[in-house]
């Protein structure tokens, strides 16, 4: 069993940065892979990043790529999502999740764990 607990979420202008943290609970964190998913009021939830068990492999969502940096500390049980040049169309929901491999993430099928979910909003 893996508790998700996201923070770092908040109210920021376009253009500046936020930092989410996602702490894990439970001594699996290391077997599974971790991501970010994102839901914006009345649009469907969609991808944002994942990295791998390991932490070698991460994907990006195209709106992200190059935006976003996504990592994770495995004595810490955190995964981390740095987001910089943020647009008001990053406003949503952020929710951390695990799965026992990155496809799952991508693809948003049979995510074995959800955090709670922390808001992130961007103003113009």
């Known amino acids: 069993q893996v508790q998700l607990v996201e923070s770092g979420g908040g109210l920021v202008q376009a253009g500046g940065s936020l930092r989410l943290s996602c702490a894990a609970s439970g001594r699996t964190f290391s077997n599974y892979a971790m991501g970010w998913l994102r839901q914006a009021p009345g649009k469907e939830r969609e991808f944002v990043a994942a990295i791998s068990s390991s932490g070698f492999r991460t994907s990006y969502a195209n709106s992200v790529k190059g935006r976003f940096t996504i990592s994770r500390d495995n004595a810490k049980n955190t995964v981390y999502l740095q987001m910089n040049s943020l647009k008001p169309e990053d406003t949503a929901v952020y929710y951390c999740?695990?799965?026992?491999?990155?496809?799952?993430?991508?693809?948003?099928?049979?995510?074995?764990?959800w955090g709670q979910g922390t808001q992130v909003t961007v103003s113009s």
């Open positions: 999740v695990a799965a026992p491999v990155s496809d799952r993430i991508i693809t948003m099928q049979r995510i074995d764990y």
